[in-house]
């Protein structure tokens, strides 16, 4: 009989179980301790529960932990971590160390839905989605878990195509029982789908990163699909309900693509668009990916973009490139291969 993981269960959950297995209730709070807080591997590591309760424990549960089965690591430092789900499928996670910081890239999906022509996630295309267990295990895991200041949900997969369990992941990591981490460590990305966005934004505090890569619908349905479906002009609608202008943060991610969204009338068009909405706007260098004739934009377009953007009013960043060397940077995460030679 495979057991149930103890990992990515609530507190409340956690007294459900307790209760049915008839073991005090405080035994829950204990649990959660030992799976959160000390980080145990095994149920046997939970010394202040009873030997008794331990192995009644023990019949249908585990912790659920799983270390990765692979490592790489990039000359800049990032580190990509392979790790096999209960499935059989792989995901991978990215840990990328600075001087004031240590940020994970988690994954929530195996390959992604989404279609979009410049993410390698995408041109795998979907395999399966991630439990809560499988997405808290790449934060528990890594050996640098402890050194953990944030975490960013742009790894493989779309979070609102999975957005239950990405939910309650969110809610174990900023819980007082679980992680009690400030939800303003925690940056959720997505594409725009905007039932889930609603939900995000209705029920946690979290920081909101949105794809964007272009104003123009004609131009923007041709590098992601979901534009026909939920164009960025109504997901815009959507955030300009909500209050950003405090601690809460919602930026825009703007991968640049030479001659494709690079222009003068993309930089214009994309302040109008964004008039009003407290944001910031991430500009990111294309990573060549195999298939792809893209190309990304020179480092003085990118300048020129930046700067005409923070001259009007939208604050522009260019993010550093990391993990680039071992296919760890933005839009190169792919398991297709891992899935392919499991198979033969």
């Not at 409340?12 to 709070?29: H, Q, R, V």
């Not at 528990?140 to 050194?147: G, R, T």
Request: hydrophobic share 40%; with cysteine.
């Amino acid at each position: 009989m495979n057991k149930i993981a103890l990992v990515g269960k609530t507190l409340d959950e956690l007294k459900t179980i307790i209760s049915e297995l008839g073991m005090p209730g405080f035994t829950a709070k204990q649990v959660s301790e030992w799976i959160y807080k000390k980080r145990a591997f095994s149920i046997d590591e939970m010394s202040n529960i009873s030997a008794k309760n331990r192995e009644l424990l023990k019949e249908q549960y585990e912790v659920g932990r799983t270390l990765p089965v692979q490592t790489v690591e990039s000359t800049d430092g990032t580190k990509k971590y392979l790790f096999k789900t209960e499935g059989g499928h792989f995901i991978e996670a990215v840990y990328i160390p600075e001087e004031d910081r240590a940020t994970l890239c988690v994954s929530s999906q195996v390959g992604c839905k989404m279609g979009c022509v410049f993410c390698m996630t995408g041109k795998q295309g979907f395999i399966a989605q991630l439990t809560t267990a499988e997405i808290l295990n790449q934060v528990l895991s890594i050996p640098e878990a402890e050194k953990l200041t944030n975490l960013v949900f742009m790894g493989m997969g779309e979070p609102f195509d999975n957005t239950l369990p990405m939910l309650r992941s969110l809610e174990i990591l900023t819980a007082d029982y679980g992680y009690a981490w400030s939800p303003r460590r925690i940056t959720v990305s997505s594409i725009g789908l905007i039932p889930g966005m609603k939900v995000f934004l209705e029920k946690t505090q979290c920081h909101l990163a949105i794809s964007l890569h272009t104003p123009f619908t004609q131009d923007r349905v041709l590098l992601m699909p979901i534009e026909k479906t939920y164009p960025i002009s109504k997901v815009l609608e959507e955030l300009r309900k909500y209050d950003f202008s405090k601690q809460r943060r919602v930026s825009f991610e703007y991968i640049l693509f030479d001659g494709v969204n690079d222009t003068m009338r993309h930089a214009v068009e994309l302040v109008k668009i964004l008039k009003g909405i407290d944001c910031r706007v991430n500009l990111i260098r294309f990573h060549a990916i195999p298939g792809s004739d893209l190309k990304s934009s020179s480092p003085e377009k990118m300048t020129f973009f930046r700067d005409y953007l923070t001259s009007n009013n939208v604050t522009s960043t260019i993010r550093r490139s990391r993990g680039e060397d071992i296919f760890a940077a933005c839009g190169m995460l792919s398991t297709l291969e891992k899935e392919k030679s499991e198979v033969k």
